[in-house]
């Protein structure tokens, strides 16, 4: 009978029993290696003890390679929550659009996870000083709980990391060194480093600890979907679409195997579909995957300032999830840092989250695939909202964000779109009804609005109180649902019309419907704009809405 958990050996099956976390493959010296466990009886364990467990990613222990207990070291990773973006959703006119808020990890991004078991493995082997290579995330996470293990780290980041995240290594009591040069340059400094003085390497994307705890952000996420949207045919529920910015693709990889996991103890039904957003300026897995290769070509000089995802050789990972997303369907997308920078403003603005610029890319992509189609509407999309920005980053608000004296001059308004329509109607209009059933869309127009100026709203939550409301209070504007009980928005259009004094009054229409030809013959002419809540994904509009929150 075998022994589980066990490694094997990706490239050509050898398999032993998981007593040392092996670098290479003693048979055909392949670098990755994989774990397998003992899945029926895991799902047992699972369903008997999970409800009684603490919130932490530790909940999954039996599916994680650490062998004993005490070396775990905690600082609360994992266990972020699931919010659900229901005004983002509502602009994009999607049903069930989720983001995943790993920027609740201890300390502030995802690599909290890989941390807490890589560093607790470094732990269980007796590691006492150990290098690495970094962005700038891995290095801070693992410098904290290092600090939590007695292990000495040596920090090895590229000169382009932002100063204020190399001062958050050096606080955790981590070596910091600054290499003039790439981040696919640091990695061969800090290895040679490493290999000089005979001190452990972090091996990335070929660690085992670090691959199998990017599962849990799948665990967490079928767990927590379930909650939401209630059980289905297997006990957990996969989203349609698992959304992460991409660097070296270890979030990718590890969760992917995460959803095999669990799809193998039948705890969910089926696989989602991988997004792995880029950084224009360096986005070697789009463009390899866009010509078909097996292999990545790296980009050898990244052009991007957000460094957090400069991967310029993504390696195996590339060819992993290249093959993946060729099976199972997904995408492989590029977004510039001024998409990824506007996003940031969308939702911070919209949903009360401020993230890092490398989180910002997954929003952008998200923007990107929706209004390619590639991603539907009717979807449930998580989306990875991988780090915190603290303290925000300079460039992020330009040099002169606290003294705006002249507002640029603007583009002229689009046609359709609430913001160009407010523009088009002129600074007099301060008086606004809004007749709409749905709370939730009645809260963003308002947010929008409120946002915007000294707007007087008036809201109404069907055709018939909302006439009662344009008769008394006499609005500017009258923003209109068409899909309302009582009087639907034709019907109160038509009542508008045969009234002398309602007349005048410029209404926009703001809907998720579809309209039919004979729909849209019934609204022309006598509305002021037609806003399909569809179309709000337009970059264009984005970006004025994103402008026009700041004011
Ligand atoms: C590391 C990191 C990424 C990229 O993750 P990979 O899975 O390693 O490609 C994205 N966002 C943030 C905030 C990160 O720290
Ligand atoms: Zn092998």
Known sequence: MDTYPRLQCVRCNYSEPFTRPLERCPQCDGDWLDVVYDYPRVARIWQRELPR??????????????????????????????????????????????????????????????AALAISVMKELGVTE??????????????????????????????????????????????????????????????????????????????I?????????AFEIAEQLAGYLGPGATPWRAPDWYIQSVSGGLGPVGVWKGFEELLRMGLIDHMPRLACIQAEGCAPMVHSFAK???????????????????????????????????QHG??????????????????????????????????????????????RRDEVVVVNCSGHTFPVEKHLLGEDWVQTVEAPARAPAPEEGLLGSLESLGRDVRRVAILEDDPGARRLLRRILQARGPYQIFEAENGREGLELIRRERPDLILLDLMMPEIDGFGVLEVLQSEEELQEIPVIVVTAKELTADERARLSGHIQA????????DDELLREIGEAIEE
């Open 53 to 114: 467990r603490p919130q932490t990613m530790w909940r999954y222990r039996e599916l994680l390679p650490l062998r004993d207990d005490v070396h775990r070291l905690s600082l609360g990773e994992g266990g972020t929550p699931l919010l659900r973006a229901s005004n983002l959703a509502m602009m994009l006119g999607c049903s069930g659009l989720y983001i995943k808020d790993e920027r609740q990890g201890p300390t502030g991004s995802f690599k909290d996870r890989q």
């Open 130 to 207: 150990a290098v690495l290579a970094s962005t700038g995330n891995v290095a801070i996470s693992y410098a904290a709980y290092s600090a939590l293990a007695g292990i000495k780290i040596w920090a090895f980041l590229t000169s382009l990391v932002p100063a204020e995240k190399m001062r958050e290594v050096a606080i955790y009591g981590a070596k910091v060194v600054k290499v003039t040069g790439t981040y696919d340059q640091t990695k061969q400094v800090a290895a040679e480093f490493a290999k000089r003085r005979g001190l452990y390497l972090d091996r990335g994307i070929r660690s």
């Open 209 to 217: 600890a670090a691959r199998e705890s990017m599962k849990t952000v």
């Open 292 to 326: 078909g290769l097996e292999k990545a070509e790296p980009v050898l000089h990244p052009r991007t300032r957000i460094i957090t995802v400069a991967t310029g050789d993504p390696g195996p990972a590339y060819t992993f999830l290249a093959r993946v997303i060729r």
């Open 330 to 375: 997904g995408a492989f997308e590029a977004v510039s840092d001024e998409d990824a920078f506007r996003a940031i403003h969308v939702l911070a603005k919209l949903e009360g989250i401020s993230m890092e610029p490398a989180a910002g890319i997954a929003f952008a992509g998200l923007f990107k695939l929706l209004s390619q189609g590639v991603i």
């Open 530 to 537: 037609l806003l399909q809540k569809g179309v709000f994904t």
